[in-house]
């Protein structure tokens, strides 16, 4: 036989070959993470290769059976050739586990009935020479199939059926095209299996899954669009992927999150690059177990899945992170320690669904401390801080915010007066929401201004209304949130949003609360100074709460000043507290300030109210919140 005849002859050999040199040679060019899967899917690569190698040796020994040494090795590489052969089908659906990661939640009896029927077509195949159950050779060298071949071939198909029903049925970590690829990959496969059963003669099986295997590779291993373009891990649709892949088997597992608290800090104030940082702690989380797939959830969260409802595992695996990240890290030319904190939940008992899960991703960890591994109960904190951001967020975009308003009643006559603009949130997990709940989460994630400017443009429509002025109310009081008392802006911004409604400023009272207006007394006093000058009121409220000193207070000239509930609270209990409530009340007298009490609950505190001469009184004794359509049947 010349050397062409020979190629003609091998040309699905040769041609399995070329395809699967390249995915090797691609694997390992483009190779980003090393789990076990890929390691394993080189394996299965050359294992088809020593297949086609072997089945070009066959050809080669089937010539020249005459040979006492070609017919030794025809018999060798036949042998060779079985024996991995009856690999590949065990093996995709082996990597189709490793892969989907459903193999790690898998029982240890349900792993041995799976390996089963592959170990016993391989104890076939390795007995074969003794038992000839699988294939012999008669005396001219003629290959006969046994019944062992025939268990091999239904193993088989059995085995890639179930690989194509889990990658194509069930696992939602992969895009539609890529599907698409791996039902043409695997009919392929079936295909090429199918043939060489019902027409031996035509070898094409070994090509038929060398373009299986290629198809693999780019459906699978090929999978830049689920790394992280820094971090070089896996990205956040790759997390939330994967996380709905696994929520499907409905099996316990435990998510455990890495939180880097420095990153904007290092960043602002060092100038260390972001990027830098997370590259760096993404390479020392790759250090602890190639087992592990690594997510970058948020610029300074990572995120690992441990399968299984096992918590010392989790427990473990968190404590080897805490060992890894408590040394040292040079990035950008600096050495220093990286603060953080680790949390690992149970998900679906602890943590509920996809939502409850990135809210815990994302929520910070105030007072958290370095290295400080969070889990159980403690995690309760955390949940309801990320379940306020979500209310928050969800609120603004579905409109769920209301405004309610308080009277407030003359000192002198108890008729109305003015009244108090408050803000309620309805959510439908956390319920009714003051602003004691919501305002400290909006300010902390920024969210802060988006509301106070729906406040605003809310009083203003009601002023616009003409229901207030007809209930007699003078003005309405906003609060001014932090930000708006650091924007030199604010005053022209507010009036030019008043202006657009129609509305006198004269009829907004901006009240700025006492720790806030003395703590950048500053920039407040400026901002405070330009809303006066557009023409609206300003008041303070708090007084009393031992953060003013007076001469800030006559210096800034505000129209009104509101006690702090507390001084009148504290001045029914005890002759102490009235001294220090009427002694207040007689040096603002003396300031030459209008006064308002807050918080008159009783008919005590209203006696003691009215008789110390204050101007203008609030509470629930009088009138609770009420919104604008029931101010309305006042009129």
């Not at 089937?62 to 090795?73: A, D, G, P, Q, V």
């Not at 008159?600 to 110390?612: A, F």
Request: with cysteine; aromatic share 12%; glycine share 6%.
């Amino acid at each position: 036989m010349t050397l062409f005849e020979m190629i003609d002859k091998s040309a699905f050999h040769i041609g399995a070959i070329l395809v699967v040199i390249s995915c090797i040679a691609y694997i390992k060019l483009k190779w980003h993470i090393n789990e076990e899967r890929n390691n394993y899917f080189v394996w299965g690569l050359v294992a088809l290769l020593i297949q086609a190698v072997s089945s070009i040796v066959l050809i080669y020994g089937l010539e020249h059976t005459e040979l006492e040494n070609s017919r030794i090795i025809y018999l060798t590489a036949n042998y060779v050739y079985f024996v991995f052969h009856a690999i590949m089908a065990p093996f995709l659906l082996e990597y189709t586990l490793l892969t989907t990661q459903i193999y790690t939640i898998l029982s240890r009896k349900t792993q041995i009935l799976i390996s089963l029927p592959f170990w016993s077509v391989e104890l076939l195949m390795i007995t074969n020479p003794l038992t000839e159950w699988s294939y012999y050779h008669d005396m001219d060298g003629t290959f006969h199939r046994s019944f062992g071949e025939y268990y091999m071939y239904f193993v088989s198909i059995i085995y890639i059926a179930v690989a194509v029903r889990i990658l194509l049925g069930w696992w939602t970590a992969i895009s539609s095209i890529k599907k698409k690829i791996l039902a043409v990959s695997f009919s392929i496969s079936l295909m090429g299996l199918a043939i060489q059963f019902f027409v031996p003669f035509i070898e094409i099986e070994l090509f038929a899954e060398s373009l299986t295997m290629l198809g693999v590779t780019l459906a699978i291993e090929y999978d830049d669009e689920r790394l992280d373009s820094i971090s070089r891990v896996y990205n956040r649709a790759a997390f939330i992927a994967d996380i709905n892949s696994f929520l499907k088997l409905k099996k316990s597992f435990y998510v455990l999150t890495v939180k880097i608290m420095d990153m904007k800090y290092l960043n602002a104030t060092l100038g260390i690059s972001s990027e830098d940082l997370q590259a760096q702690v993404a390479e020392r989380l790759a250090k602890v177990h190639e087992r592990f797939r690594i997510y970058h959830v948020t610029p300074s969260v990572f995120a690992l899945f441990v399968p299984g409802d096992d918590e010392k595992r989790a427990s473990l695996l968190a404590g080897d992170i805490k060992n890894e990240l408590s040394f040292d890290m040079e990035i950008s030319g600096i050495v220093l320690p990286i603060r953080f904190c680790l949390t690992y939940a149970k998900m679906p008992e602890e943590i509920r669904d996809m939502d409850s899960l990135i809210l815990l991703c994302e929520s910070d960890v105030p007072g958290a401390k370095n290295g400080m591994i969070i889990s159980g109960e403690e995690l309760n904190y955390i949940y309801y801080r990320g379940s306020m951001n979500r209310a928050i967020r969800e609120g603004i975009k579905n409109h769920s915010f209301e405004m309610y308003y308080q009277l407030i009643y003359s000192g002198e006559d108890m008729s109305i007066h003015a009244a108090e603009s408050l803000l309620r949130l309805h959510d439908k997990e956390l319920g009714l929401l003051y602003p004691d709940d919501f305002i400290y989460a909006a300010e902390r994630i920024g969210l802060i201004d988006q509301i106070s400017r729906y406040v605003l443009r809310e009083v203003c429509a009601f002023v616009k209304s003409n229901i207030p002025q007809k209930a007699g109310i003078n003005y309405i009081s906003v609060n001014l949130s932090i930000s708006q008392c650091m924007d030199v802006d604010f005053a022209d911004r507010a009036y030019d949003l008043v202006k657009s409604f129609e509305v006198d400023p004269g009829m907004i009272n901006f009240e700025i609360s006492e720790n806030m207006a003395f703590t950048d007394y500053r920039y407040v006093s400026r901002v405070i100074r330009g809303l006066r000058k557009k023409g609206f009121l300003v008041s303070l409220q708090g007084y009393g709460t031992g953060y003013a000193d007076n001469y800030s207070i006559f210096s800034i000239d505000f129209d009104a000043i509101k006690l702090d509930k507390s001084l009148l609270w504290h001045a029914t209990k005890s002759d102490q507290g009235r001294i220090i409530f009427e002694n207040s009340v007689r040096m603002l007298k003396e300031l030459g300030k209008r006064i308002i009490a807050i918080g008159v609950e009783t008919k005590l505190q209203s006696d003691l109210v009215r008789s110390s001469g204050i101007d203008g009184i609030q509470g629930m004794f009088f009138s609770g919140p009420m919104s604008a359509t029931d101010l309305s049947k006042i009129v």
